[in-house]
Nanobody, 126 residues
Framework: VQLVESGGGSVAPGQSVTLFCAIS???????????VGWFRQTPGNEREGLAA???????RYNNRVEGRVTISRDNTENVVYLQIDDLRSEDSATYTC??????????????????WGRGTQVTVSS
C-alpha cells in the first residue's frame, strides 16, 4: 500500500486547509489500511498525532487540536481528509498520514503504524 499526501501550501492565519491522503496499491482495500492517522512534525520535535479514523468511521482527536481539526474518510475513493480550521503559526509543519491494521484507540500513537506517506508541508504565514 502507498500513501500520498497533498493539499499543503502557504496559508494565511485564520484560514482553513484540507489535506488529502490518497491510498493506493494492491492492499489498499484490506485491513492494512483499517486505521489511518494524520500526524505533524516540526524540526527538532517528535511526530505528533492529530487525528485518526478507522474504516467504520470511528475517530480520535488530539485534545490540543480538537475543535479545529476534522478527519473524514471516503472508503470508495480511498482518500482520508484532514481539515484544519483557524490556522495559526504553530500549525506550520509537515503533515503526514499513516495506515495500519490497528484499533482506533491506538490511532494517535505513531509507534503503532507501519506505513507512512512522505508528507505535505503547511506553512501558516501572513
Amino acid at each position: 500500500v502507498q500513501l500520498v499526501e497533498s493539499g499543503g501550501g502557504s496559508v494565511a492565519p485564520g484560514q482553513s486547509v484540507t489535506l488529502f491522503c490518497a491510498i493506493s496499491g494492491p492492499t489498499a482495500r484490506t485491513d492494512s489500511t483499517y486505521c489511518v492517522g494524520w500526524f505533524r512534525q516540526t524540526p527538532g520535535n517528535e511526530r505528533e498525532g492529530l487525528a485518526a479514523i478507522d474504516r467504520e468511521g470511528r475517530t480520535r482527536y488530539n485534545n490540543r487540536v480538537e475543535g479545529r481539526v476534522t478527519i473524514s474518510r471516503d472508503n470508495t475513493e480511498n482518500v482520508v481528509y484532514l481539515q484544519i480550521d483557524d490556522l495559526r503559526s504553530e500549525d506550520s509543519a509537515t503533515y503526514t498520514c499513516a495506515a495500519d491494521r490497528i484499533g482506533i484507540n491506538h490511532g494517535l500513537n505513531r509507534l503503532w503504524y507501519g506505513v507512512w506517506g512522505r508528507g505535505t508541508q503547511v506553512t501558516v504565514s501572513s
